[in-house]
């Protein structure tokens, strides 16, 4: 079994900003309009929804390994996800999905907490 160190499973947006902003960070201007339209109005984010959905994926990880779901580990990683291990070994969807599947990923225990959700838009968001 080899720990994830990095999943991500939303856009590429995400990923620079978490590299900007880390999980130490805080979103500077949380109510800025969308970079991904041309409009000057501000877009409507639903932080709450954003965030309940990401903690009930989150605490859904110990029942997808415990089930064997990869169907759950396809539906919530994105497909060009990348992952570095702590041996620096690069995961993938597919091999992640495979490893829940076959049982090479496995945990005895897995316990989550203290998570804290950042939203940065609509379409970007990370758990630390």
Known sequence: MKPIVFVATASLATLIALGQMGCSGTNPNPTAPST???NSAKET???AGIERELMR??????RVLKEK????????EAEDVV????DGTV???AQDAK???TGALSADSWEVADLKV?????DAAFVC
Request: aromatic share 6%; glycine share 2%.
């Open 36 to 38: 991904t339209n041309n």
């Open 45 to 47: 984010v639903d932080t």
């Open 57 to 62: 994926i989150e605490n859904d990880w110990p």
């Open 69 to 76: 779901d990869a169907a759950a580990v396809r539906r919530v």
């Open 83 to 86: 992952m570095i291990y702590r």
């Open 91 to 93: 995961g993938s969807q």
């Open 99 to 101: 490893d829940v599947e």
């Open 118 to 122: 950042t939203v940065l838009d609509n």
